[in-house]
């Protein structure tokens, strides 16, 4: 059990709507990092937060937006929804040191458009 | 960049045989590698992780990697698989830096047939 959890579990939206989901990372880390997974495929590095600041970004357009709170929990935003957003989103938090760190994923949000 | 090809999307072994999950991954800076395992619905559990030192490392349920530099592999493997096994395994490359980003492979889904 890695303590890290997600809300909801399964969601269903319409095209064009807007989307929140909620990540509460494992007591003590500093760090979430939130991925998008496709079908089929590995996840993406979507961005991480450290310290509520955005620090690092992948591919992903301006209508996906995060927010980190001061107790570390985060959210994952999407705009104008599109099919292709369809995918299970997956967080995962971790402690920030000199060193390499370990990322503890949650269960993921399996998010259908439709 | 970093990239990490994982060969086989599927793989298939008997009960108490080898299991080999193929990894190579592309990196302009030397990697950390990681391998991950997802159950059907659940999110990613760290199976083992390369950063520095020995080049062959052990990680939970009997699971090790050898890190190759010279053939840019990662390769999985364990010396009897059991039905407990079956998941799907993912690859991972992270460079040192600031972000840590993941970038994953496209996933081997690993069965075990009695």
């Known amino acids: 059990e890695t303590g890290v959890t997600q809300s909801p579990t399964h969601l269903i939206k319409t095209r064009g709507q807007q989307v929140t989901l909620r990540c509460s990372s494992q007591s003590g880390h500093n760090t979430v990092s939130w991925y998008q997974q496709a079908l089929g495929q590995g996840p993406q590095f979507i961005f991480q937060?450290?310290?509520?600041?955005?620090?690092g970004r992948g591919n992903f357009p301006p209508r996906f937006s995060g927010l980190q709170f001061p107790n570390y929990s985060s959210e994952l935003n999407v705009n104008a929804l599109e099919l292709d957003d369809s995918a299970l989103y997956l967080c995962?938090?971790?402690?920030?040191?000199?060193?390499?760190?370990?990322?503890?994923f949650g269960p993921g949000t399996r998010l259908t458009v439709t | 960049a970093q990239s990490v090809t994982q060969l086989g999307s599927h793989v298939s072994v008997s009960e108490g045989a080898l299991v080999l999950l193929r990894c190579n991954y592309s990196?302009?800076?030397?990697?950390?590698l990681f391998w991950y395992v997802q159950y059907p619905n659940q999110g990613l559990q760290l199976l083992l992780k390369y950063t520095t030192g020995a080049t062959l490392v052990k990680g939970i349920n009997g699971f090790e990697a050898e890190f190759k530099k010279s053939e840019t592999s990662f390769h999985l493997t364990k010396p009897s698989a059991h039905m407990s096994d079956a998941a799907e395994y993912f690859c991972a490359v992270s460079l040192s830096g600031s972000a840590r980003q993941l970038t994953f492979g496209s996933g081997t889904q690993l069965t075990v047939l009695p």
């Open positions: 937060y450290y310290r509520e600041e955005e620090n």
């Open positions: 990196s302009s800076v030397p990697p950390y």
């Open positions: 995962a938090s971790s402690y920030r040191t000199s060193g390499d760190y370990e990322q503890y």
